[in-house]
């Protein structure tokens, strides 16, 4: 299945505002992540600290199931003053 993935920060700097991935259902939140970082292998440890949200809602499971129509966004670290 072919979802869309939005990107903040540093992630949106590297790669645009969202990329399309391919993906298995259910997906394993690691892979998810490795098919980002092959777009870009620099981001591999910005990937490693960031946060997988669904819906608007923030994943803590190794795996979940997805529907097509669902909201996925990967929001990197951040850091502000």
């Known amino acids: 299945m072919q979802v869309t993935v939005k990107l903040f920060a ?3 700097d590297q790669l645009g505002d969202a990329i399309q ?3 298995d259902n259910p ?3 690691a892979d998810l992540f490795d ?5 870009a ?3 591999k ?14 994943v803590n499971s190794p795996e979940l199931s ?3 129509d669902d909201e996925i ?3 990197p670290p951040v850091s502000g003053g």
């Not at 098919?35 to 777009?39: I, N």
């Open 45 to 58: 440890e910005t990937l490693a600290n960031s946060r997988l949200a669904v819906n608007q809602e923030f």
């Open 10 to 12: 540093f992630l949106a």
């Open 21 to 23: 991935v391919d993906v």
């Open 41 to 43: 292998p620099t981001l």
């Open 27 to 29: 997906v394993k939140v």
């Open 73 to 75: 966004a990967i929001i």
């Open 35 to 39: 098919q980002v970082a092959r777009r």
């Open 66 to 68: 997805l529907h097509s």
